[in-house]
């Protein structure tokens, strides 16, 4: 039973990197044509909350996961 | 917690899960009226109203020296990571820092944090997301399901049991005659 509060944000934020959507990007076919990805659209959209935290998240795991590798090739190179 | 999860479904009735834990340490009625609207922090606008600038204060202070060697020491003598995450934020919301809501919603980043520095400094730390088991205690869900069995075992047991009986007859017991009323105002009988 999960009573901390901690533990339920925790849980809730799972693995960013494999729950965000990537948006396609469309091709264009026209020589001049331009595609509508790189179209200004007005302004850039403040993020979510949720999205803010989860973009924390990954950036944190990333330097996490750093240290680990980085630890593992010196143990191997230790022996 | 959600209603659903608070109660077992046992049969056609449910189960309180949190019958057995009564609360003693919850604030009686009425206490929030003991101090004038205001006075607390936590009843100001907070701080810090967003996300960014809750954690513009918070990392670099859990990333200091003073407040890392503090925080290594807690993880080291086995304080999981959510109970850590969590005093923290209860702590800024109590000084009116942030509202709860900033609070919760930075608890996977101070989670994050807190275990970077953790395996910067190369320290076995408990995230705290096992559930922990606790193997004395009985579930309510276990004892419902025998007593259920025990409700269905129990008729077999007693017809078993009759058979072997001896009637005997009952003795009555001897009625006792009622003292006769020796008041003034008393009724003659």
Do not use: C
């Amino acid at each position: 039973m999960m009573t901390n509060p901690a533990m339920k944000a925790y849980a809730a934020i799972g693995n960013p990197e494999n729950t965000r959507k990537v948006e396609p990007v469309e091709k264009s076919s026209g020589l001049l044509s331009r595609s509508r990805s790189t179209t200004p659209k007005g302004e850039p959209k403040e993020k979510e909350p949720k999205e803010l935290i989860e973009d924390y998240v990954m950036k944190i795991r990333a330097k996490r996961r750093e240290i680990l590798e980085s630890r593992q090739r010196k143990d191997k190179q230790n022996g | 917690m959600p209603s659903e999860e608070r109660y077992l479904r046992v049969g056609n009735g449910k189960i309180n899960k949190m019958a057995e834990e009564p609360e003693f340490d919850a604030p009686i009625p009425g206490m929030s009226l003991t101090a004038e609207v205001g006075s607390r922090p936590w009843q100001n606008p907070p701080k810090f109203a967003t996300v960014d600038e809750a954690l513009n204060h918070y990392i670099p202070r859990i990333g200091s020296s003073d407040m890392s060697n503090e925080m290594l020491d807690l993880m080291e003598l086995g304080i999981p990571i959510t109970s850590i995450a969590d005093t923290i934020q209860t702590g800024g919301v109590m000084q009116g820092l942030h509202t709860i809501d900033v609070g919760i919603l930075i608890l996977p980043v101070l989670m994050e944090m807190l275990a970077y520095i953790a395996e910067d400094a190369d320290i076995e730390y408990d995230l705290g997301m096992k559930a922990r088991i606790d193997e004395d205690k009985i579930e309510d869900g276990k004892i419902a399901l025998s007593m259920r069995k025990m409700r269905k075992e129990l008729p077999k047991v007693m017809n078993t049991s009759k058979e072997t009986v001896i009637d005997e007859p009952i003795e009555e017991a001897p009625e006792e005659e009622a003292a006769a009323p020796s008041g003034l105002m008393s009724r003659r009988m």
